[in-house]
């Protein structure tokens, strides 16, 4: 069973940074491609990034390409979403995800994605 715990949300102001990082636990969680979403009250979870189980394909929302950058370090099986030029519309929680059937990035769909942490959330506000 793959378990994700995200940490590292918190209060950020406008063109700020903040970087949650999800802690994953679990069998061949190194081989899972994995990815982050968000999602506000009354809206769909939406994809953020993703990372192959390499570490070197990346994909992103357009809203924040360029600003946010996904990562994984494989000796400590974390995930990071390093969040730069924060804007009040990137407020939401944010949820770690991990697909279990793909070493690849497959989408991004929430169906596509097994498991989920608890979500960290993230406030922009001066």
């Known amino acids: 069973q793959v378990q994700l715990v995200e940490t590292g949300g918190g209060l950020g102001q406008p063109g700020g940074s903040l970087r949650p990082a999800c802690a994953a636990s679990?069998?061949?969680?190194?081989?899972?491609?994995m990815a982050w979403f968000r999602q506000v009250p009354g809206k769909d979870r939406l994809f953020v990034a993703g990372?192959?189980?390499?570490?070197?394909?990346?994909y992103y929302l357009g809203a924040v390409e360029g600003r946010f950058m996904i990562s994984r370090d494989h000796a400590n099986n974390t995930v990071y979403l390093q969040m730069n030029d924060l804007k009040p519309e990137d407020a939401a929680v944010y949820y770690c995800?991990?697909?279990?059937?793909?070493?690849?990035?497959?989408?991004?769909?929430?169906?596509?994605?097994?498991?989920w942490g608890q979500g960290t959330q993230v406030t922009v506000s001066s």
């Open positions: 990372i192959d189980s390499t570490g070197t394909a990346t």
């Open positions: 995800a991990a697909d279990t059937s793909h070493s690849y990035y497959s989408g991004s769909s929430p169906s596509i994605y097994a498991y």
């Open positions: 679990g069998p061949s969680v190194s081989s899972n491609a």
